[in-house]
């Protein structure tokens, strides 16, 4: 297009409501991956409150087609100043304990559970969940420079 002085006119490019909701959804991701990364990262290192755990009761939930099964019981840190109850050992399944079994276990301060030994690899979803938010949130700016690109040349 061109106007009457002869000079071309531009079309604005704008972000549309789909790229905003996207993005929004996307900063989520972002935020929930970044609260959880301390404590994963912690997990992955083995680096907490160092103590024991001990085994009390099972607790099973069935879903569909499988089960998935919890011991919880008590952490005590090896000082004994921390004491929590009704606490989960994470990745712990049905043949892990028996009511009264004990084991080594650090406590990241992450609520609902404690870890044993080996740590865990939680960090692998944290990673993923803030690698697909930022592709969410960037997403629209890639939009804009690839519309930019095309106009101008």
């Known amino acids: 297009m061109s106007t009457a002085a002869g000079q071309g006119t531009r079309r604005v490019r704008r972000i549309g409501a789909f790229d905003v909701a996207l993005a929004l959804g996307g900063l989520l991701l972002v935020v929930l991956a970044l609260q959880n ?3 994963a990262l912690a997990a992955l290192r083995g680096q907490g409150t160092q103590g024991t755990f001990t085994a009390r009761r099972l607790e099973c939930v069935e879903h569909p087609g499988h089960g998935q099964c919890s011991w919880l019981g008590t952490f005590r840190s090896a000082d004994g100043r921390v004491v929590r109850d009704g606490i989960a050992f994470y990745g712990s399944e049905r043949g892990t304990f028996t009511p009264g079994a004990a084991s080594p276990a650090f406590d990241t301060g992450r609520p609902g559970h404690v870890y044993g030994p080996g740590g865990s690899n939680e960090w692998t979803v944290v990673a993923g969940l803030l690698l697909a938010g930022l592709a969410l949130v960037l ?15």
């Open 37 to 39: 990364a301390g404590p």
């Open 139 to 153: 997403r629209p700016v890639a939009r804009l420079v690839r519309r930019r690109i095309a106009v101008d040349a």
